[in-house]
């Protein structure tokens, strides 16, 4: 059971918008900055947007990210066939005093 | 550019230990902190670990306190996990990973491809 909470699977078709949430807690979401990272079957993590709604260069700005209270979502506008991933959202825990992650959420395009 | 290399994973007997390296180039090493971070097989990410710039802070998840170490030589470049009293639920792809902060607690901006540790008799 991980820590913070997010959907298992998320879909859309081409060129729709799609959003994951990632529900914590007071001593993680609710107190410090959120994190997603994208990953590929066999590959390694990548950042994706970090501090709450921050996108690395590179990053498409279809991808946006935001944070209220405990909760953050991840939204992907205009999705596309190439966004089909595993996406993962971090988040300190001061109560913990580690990192802690969402299950991950697989987005299927349709 | 940032390169992250993790070495040492292998097949490993439960109970037995194991010492994983991960040797950086492309940034100046002793500037930001480090992770670990796991992956069991068709499972999510999990943390394991992290050390501070200067190796005087390291944090451990729960699940491999008083077994798991985390260590850094900052004029080798080079992260180390020595993994002791294996479980095979410490059965994982074993990632490195930098942050972007000299602390650990900001985000992780750089991942090496990961190193693949079984534990199993």
């Known amino acids: 059971q991980s820590v913070l909470t997010q959907p298992p699977s998320a879909s859309g078709t081409p060129g729709q918008r799609v959003t994951i949430s990632c529900s914590g807690s007071?001593?993680?979401?609710?107190?410090?900055?959120i994190n997603w990272y994208q990953q590929f079957p066999g590959t390694a993590p990548k950042l994706l947007i970090h501090?709450?709604?921050q996108r690395p260069s590179g990053v498409p700005d279809r991808f946006s990210g935001s944070k209220s209270g405990t909760s953050a979502s991840l939204a992907i506008s205009g999705l596309q066939s190439e966004d089909e991933a595993d996406y993962y959202c971090?988040?300190?825990?001061?109560?913990?005093?580690?990192?802690?992650f969402g299950g991950g959420t697989k987005v299927i395009v349709l | 550019q940032v390169q992250l290399v993790e070495s040492g994973g292998g097949v490993v007997q439960p109970g037995r230990s194991l010492r994983l390296s991960c040797a950086a180039s492309?940034?100046?090493?002793?500037?930001?902190?480090m992770h670990w971070v796991r992956q069991a097989p068709g499972k999510g990410l999990e943390w394991v670990a992290v050390?501070?710039?200067?190796?005087?802070?390291?944090y451990f998840a729960d699940s491999v306190k008083g077994r798991f170490t985390i260590s850094r030589d900052n004029s080798r470049n080079t992260l180390d996990l020595q993994m002791n009293s294996l479980r095979t639920e410490d059965t994982a792809v074993y990632y490195c990973?930098?942050?972007?902060?000299?602390?650990?607690?900001?985000?992780?901006?750089?991942w090496g491809q990961g190193t693949l540790v079984t534990v199993s008799s």
């Open positions: 007071s001593s993680n979401v609710g107190s410090n900055t």
């Open positions: 492309g940034f100046i090493f002793s500037n930001y902190g």
């Open positions: 050390i501070s710039y200067d190796g005087g802070k390291t």
């Open positions: 971090a988040a300190w825990d001061g109560s913990l005093n580690g990192w802690v």
């Open positions: 990973a930098r942050d972007q902060n000299p602390f650990g607690d900001f985000y992780f901006d750089s």
């Open positions: 501090t709450n709604d």
